[in-house]
């Protein structure tokens, strides 16, 4: 799908901002593989409402900071 959502993410910033979190704690803290977390980063899909929302709570951050959406004004 390639840049195919127009939700954008800043989730690799902000795990190395958090002491280079690694993929695979940051999957480990919202319940989802590994694989998820790298499709995401990637901008291969947009998360669900909950998984955002459990990737802003892993990253002690808003869900504001963590993704953008890069669609219509």
Do not use: K
């Amino acid at each position: 799908m390639g840049n195919g959502t127009p939700v954008t993410n800043a989730i690799r910033r902000l795990r190395f901002e958090r002491g280079e979190m690694t993929q695979q704690a940051l999957a480990d803290a919202c319940g989802v593989t590994r694989q998820t977390v790298i499709a995401l980063e990637a901008g291969r899909y947009a998360p669900s409402l909950e998984l955002a929302f459990r990737i802003a709570h892993a990253l002690e951050v808003r869900i504001e900071e963590v993704f953008q959406w890069a669609g219509e004004s």
